[in-house]
């Protein structure tokens, strides 16, 4: 069974930066493409950032381009999102998604809650 | 960036009737080479993550009831409940991965009348 916990959600100020983390296991961790997807409480579901299977290629919303940073530790099954300069627009429930071959979303994580706030 | 739009934004469906939820997409997400379209719907209950339903627009995710199918291709798609469960109210959104940056709908609240 496939499982994605994130973990390094929590309050932070305005400028701070956040490292969220998100452990995998139940698949082949180094096969797969990964995503980070945020909801704002009471919104919609915005992709942030997704990254191959090897690391290679890297990819970000124009939200968070520049100021953000996806990577992974294929020895360690996890996915990492380092965000810098966070500003109440990034306040959210962030969740990692494991990609298919395809790129569509098949499974999903319970989500780590970022509230940026003075 | 491919505008993914929904309707309705909210629907309400008596038990046991069909539920009918369409998107729109700013640009074709069929991809000609391989006769694709890089559409999928999702489903959200509160509390709870998205979870795939449907994806290439009309193919059905392992343990997805048969009752739910999608439809259309190049910018107009349909996910259809065809006998409205209770345990169905949810949100609904679709996405293209087509290309970066992924885009999702808006959703669609659905409710029972």
């Known amino acids: 069974e496939v499982q994605l916990l994130e973990s390094g959600g929590g309050l932070v100020q305005p400028g701070e930066s956040l490292r969220l983390s998100c452990a995998a296991s139940?698949?082949?961790?180094?096969?797969?493409?990964m995503n980070w997807v945020r909801q704002t409480p009471g919104k919609g579901l915005e992709w942030v950032s997704g990254?191959?299977?090897?690391?290679?290629?890297?990819y970000y919303a124009g939200s968070v381009k520049g100021r953000s940073t996806i990577s992974r530790d294929n020895s360690k099954n996890t996915l990492y999102l380092q965000m810098n300069s966070l500003s109440a627009e990034d306040t959210a429930i962030y969740y990692c998604?494991?990609?298919?071959?395809?790129?569509?979303?098949?499974?999903w994580g319970q989500g780590t809650l970022v509230t940026v706030s003075s | 960036d491919i505008v993914m739009t929904q309707s309705p934004d909210s629907l309400a469906v008596s038990l046991g009737e069909r539920a009918t939820i369409n998107c729109k997409s700013s640009?074709?997400?069929?991809?000609?080479?391989?006769?694709?379209?890089?559409l999928g719907w999702y489903q959200q209950k509160p509390g709870q993550p998205p979870k795939l339903l449907i994806y290439?627009?009309?193919t059905r995710e392992s343990g997805v009831p048969d009752r739910f199918s999608g439809s259309g291709s190049g910018t107009d798609f349909t996910l259809t409940i065809s006998s409205l469960q209770a345990e169905d109210v949810a949100v609904y959104y679709c996405?293209?991965?087509?290309?970066?940056?992924?885009?999702f709908g808006q959703g669609t609240k659905l409710e029972i009348k």
């Open positions: 996405q293209q991965y087509y290309n970066t940056p992924y885009t």
């Open positions: 290439w627009a009309s």
């Open positions: 990254i191959s299977s090897s690391g290679g290629a890297t």
């Open positions: 998604a494991k990609a298919s071959q395809a790129y569509y979303f098949d499974s």
């Open positions: 640009q074709s997400v069929f991809y000609s080479s391989n006769n694709k379209n890089y």
């Open positions: 139940g698949f082949t961790f180094t096969s797969y493409a």
